[in-house]
């Protein structure tokens, strides 16, 4: 009798003991996914942050033309006139000397095969004409040329009639001229800038 208890004593602690490992195991399963689970919370909302900044990244991009505008130099500024021969009148002063010659900046543009591109020589050059010369960049080829532009005054290009549809980054080149007593154009010093131009077909 008494080992009979002895043993169901013995059985229902190693059932007890058995229970409480169970119970002891699910615990620490339990923890483990606790812990297991806490990266996760962080996880999604870091996931949804990445793909909200990777949507306004590309919103951003398709806005600006899909990244496709460079920083192509939309320049304008003046310096000093200046000549290669240091032209001097019969007084011997040179009519330049402290003289400026101010350069229009040209903006990237999106225009239709009819549209146009103002070519301008800035008031501020007084007696001073100007001459474009356009150039593609990638291969130097001259598309157009202007005639001598008075201050104040501009010509109206259209880039459609010889560049044709598509995306252009062109080189303007800016000459201005002096017109000496005898009537002569003596070109000064330039400027040029680059900027791109998209022609949409009409």
Sequence with gaps: MG????????????????????????????RKADAGGK?????????ILLAVLAAALA????????GKKLESGTWGGSVRAETGAGETEENGKNPLSGRNIYFSGVEDAVIGMDGIVRLENS???GDFLMKYEVYEAAGGELVYESGLI????????????SLGAGEHLLTYLQIPCYMDGEGNHISLTRGSCQAWIKIKEN
């Design 150 to 161: 008075a201050s104040g005054g501009s010509v109206d290009w259209m880039p459609g009639g």
């Design 123 to 125: 008031v501020e050059n």
């Design 39 to 47: 990266p996760g919370k962080f996880l999604f909302p870091l996931v």
């Design 59 to 66: 919103v951003g991009m398709a806005l600006s033309g899909g």
């Design 3 to 30: 080992e009979n208890r002895e043993a169901g004593r013995t059985a229902g602690k190693e059932k007890a003991l058995a229970g409480r490992g169970r119970e002891s195991q699910r615990d620490r399963n339990g």
